[in-house]
């Protein structure tokens, strides 16, 4: 057995060597099988190869660099393919090289080596044409590289000159990075096409038809806007397809969106388009979407268009308007008085909250505050489920979760307690309160007052307590403000099947009548759905999150989950709450 393993240059590599005299010592010492094993394995070849190839790139000092060491590799392939062509009827060997070397895998792969090994990685713009002229204006010419990348700018006719110009420049787009393209600049040449006379459908085709390299000339404008991103966040209060708006200045350049997504608006020089990214899209180019001002318009301009014409659709203001849930119908006289007691100040209407256009909400990160929780409201139509929600997280932990005790100016009923069930107070002083604002919600029945206070609101919250409650859905506007920051979670029925089945299966006993002894009507099933339509209507957007009751304990999880997401996660609340 050799002493050494050989290295590649003939010398002896001295790490293998040493391990193998230690095993010639320790042959008395070990089975004989594993020591030939080992000694095989240090004298192979391979690991031989692998050692030296271990120690030459260890050697390495961390301020080389491994360079090519030709960056011409297809130019001697070249040179190799007419050095064989001739030999290729003689030598089988040749012939099968020169074939080899003309795979396109092969020479792709030299392609490559070649332009990596020249730094070519950028495409080449053609030289820039020099004109000098004393006499005319200034002109900067702008060469881009086409890719499937939108150029990110807008152009328009100057209503005044009739030239067409530089409309807007998307934040992040191509034309924004290049720094060389700014709002107001006059252009007069696409690719050696002079616009004058053209219309910006005429200039869109030229580039769309254009290929490689675009080069734009242009009078610079007098002077450069402010093209910095602004920081303001809104949540949206609508869907957009920007595909479907006939309006929108160029189609390719709008974001569309969903109700409920936080949106980065980067620009809002333009009265009309907004500039904006998704929250969650940090690094992409933004897109146009329509302004608060535009989509208000829009959505009076649909509700002028639906009154005149008589059209209901389901949720719109020609059937949010109807008879609220709960009131008599004269068509039923046997249907049972409705049991819920705290009921919204009949003042406030849903007449005046329908005016109220839901487009945006400028938005911010509220963060939990030790020991200070939101308040949890559970907002739905009569009957849905969510004051047998609400009693079921306060039963989970009395100690956490609590519920405030309503004012009533009834008298005390037998098996009650005072400060209990009701704080029973004189009618002369629960209006003296009313009057002075001291109730989020209030209400009459049968000639006696009920509310809820809110100083009762705050003063769980300041124990350190999580405050919930299941008022009137009116009573939102109220309880959001920027001192109780409620978390605020819609409670909402399924389709009208899945209702009635799991109400039948629960044996749910109906809310719209007082003695609770009977189940559900289909009927009364039907105002439930058309409640929560009317909720989703006029306040959908002031609620966080949604839960849909089909199934109690499902339900009732989500809750806690929910509970717990605003309890310890940074959430996004109106800025008002944060500043």
Same mark, same amino acid.
């Given at each position: 057995m050799t002493a050494a393993v050989m290295a590649a240059d003939g010398s002896f590599d001295p790490v293998i060597s040493k391990l193998i005299t230690s095993l010639k010592e320790a042959e008395s010492l070990s089975e004989e099988q594993d020591l030939g094993f080992l000694q095989n394995l +240090?004298?192979? &070849?391979?690991?031989?190869? +692998? %050692?030296?190839?271990? $120690?030459?790139?260890?050697?390495?000092? &961390? @301020?080389?660099? =491994?360079?090519?060491?030709?960056?011409?590799?297809?130019? %001697?392939? =070249?040179?190799?393919l007419e050095l064989l062509a001739p030999r290729c009827h003689i030598s089988p060997l040749c012939k099968e090289v020169f074939h080899l070397l003309q795979t396109p895998h092969l020479q792709s792969l030299l392609f490559a080596h070649d332009a990596i090994a020249q730094? @070519?990685?950028?495409?080449?713009?053609?030289?820039i044409p020099v004109e000098v002229d004393e006499d005319e204006e200034t002109i900067k010419i702008v060469q881009l590289v086409k890719s499937n990348e939108p150029l990110g700018a807008t152009i328009k006719t100057d209503e005044e000159t009739g030239k067409i110009i530089i409309a807007r420049i998307m934040h992040g787009g191509a034309a924004d990075r290049s720094g060389l393209i700014h709002v107001g600049d006059e252009v007069i040449e696409v690719n050696n096409i002079n616009v004058e006379g053209k219309t910006p459908g005429d200039v869109l085709s030229i580039l769309q038809n254009s290929e490689g390299t675009i080069t734009f000339k242009l009078v610079p404008s007098d002077g450069k806007l402010d093209q910095r991103e602004s920081k303001v966040r809104v949540r949206a209060y609508f869907? *957009?397809?920007?595909?479907? @708006?006939? *309006?929108?200045?160029?189609?390719?350049?709008?974001?569309?969106?969903?109700?409920?997504?936080?949106?980065?608006i980067?620009?809002? @020089?333009? /009265?009309?388009?907004?500039?904006? !990214? !998704?929250?969650?899209?940090?690094?992409?180019?933004?897109?146009?979407?329509? /302004? !608060?001002?535009?989509?208000? !318009?829009?959505?009076?301009?649909?509700?002028?268009q639906k009154e005149s014409n008589g059209e209901t659709k389901k949720g719109s203001c020609a059937s949010i308007c109807t008879t609220p849930p709960g009131s008599p119908n004269p068509n039923n006289p046997c249907r049972g008085p409705k049991t819920k007691k705290i009921m919204y100040d009949t003042a406030e209407n849903d007449d005046f909250d329908r005016e109220l256009i839901?487009? *945006?909400?400028e938005v911010a990160k509220l963060y939990p505050r030790p020991n200070v929780y939101r308040p949890i409201v559970l907002i739905g139509s009569p009957g849905v489920g969510r004051n047998e929600l609400k009693r079921r997280l306060v039963a989970r932990d009395p100690e956490k979760y609590k519920s405030p005790v309503p004012y009533t100016t009834r008298p005390v009923r037998p098996g009650e307690v005072a400060g209990r069930e009701y704080l029973f107070v004189t009618r002369e002083k629960m209006e003296n309160d009313i009057a002075s604002g001291k109730f989020i919600e209030h209400g009459e029945y049968k000639g006696h007052l009920y509310g809820t206070s809110g100083e009762s609101v705050k003063s769980i919250v300041n124990a350190g307590c999580v405050c919930v409650l299941s008022p009137h859905y009116q009573a939102l506007k109220s309880l959001r403000t920027p001192q109780l920051k409620p978390y605020i979670v819609h409670i909402r029925p399924p389709a009208f099947d899945k209702l009635k089945q799991s109400r039948t299966k629960a044996r749910a006993r109906s809310t719209f009548d007082e003695s609770n002894s009977r189940g559900f009507t289909d009927e009364e099933f039907n105002e439930m759905i058309k409640s929560d339509e009317r909720i989703t209507f006029l306040y959908g957007h002031f609620c966080d999150d949604e839960i849909v009751n089909g199934d109690l304990t499902e339900?009732?999880?989500?809750?806690? $989950?929910?509970?717990?997401?605003?309890?310890?996660?940074? +959430?996004?609340?109106?800025? /008002?709450?944060v500043q």
């Open positions: +240090l004298q192979s &070849k391979e690991l031989n190869a +692998l %050692v030296n190839v271990h $120690s030459k790139v260890a050697k390495i000092n &961390k @301020d080389d660099r =491994i360079a090519p060491l030709l960056s011409a590799s297809m130019q %001697v392939l =070249i040179e190799v730094k @070519d990685f950028f495409p080449h713009l053609p030289e869907d *957009y397809e920007p595909e479907n @708006d006939p *309006y929108i200045p160029c189609k390719e350049a709008g974001l569309g969106f969903v109700k409920g997504d936080i949106l980065h980067v620009s809002q @020089d333009d /009265s009309y388009w907004w500039q904006a !990214r !998704r929250e969650c899209e940090k690094t992409t180019r933004a897109g146009l979407i329509p /302004s !608060r001002a535009l989509q208000e !318009r829009r959505i009076l301009h649909e509700r002028t839901a487009t *945006y909400e339900a009732f999880e989500k809750l806690v $989950s929910l509970a717990n997401k605003a309890e310890t996660e940074p +959430l996004w609340a109106p800025v /008002s709450w």
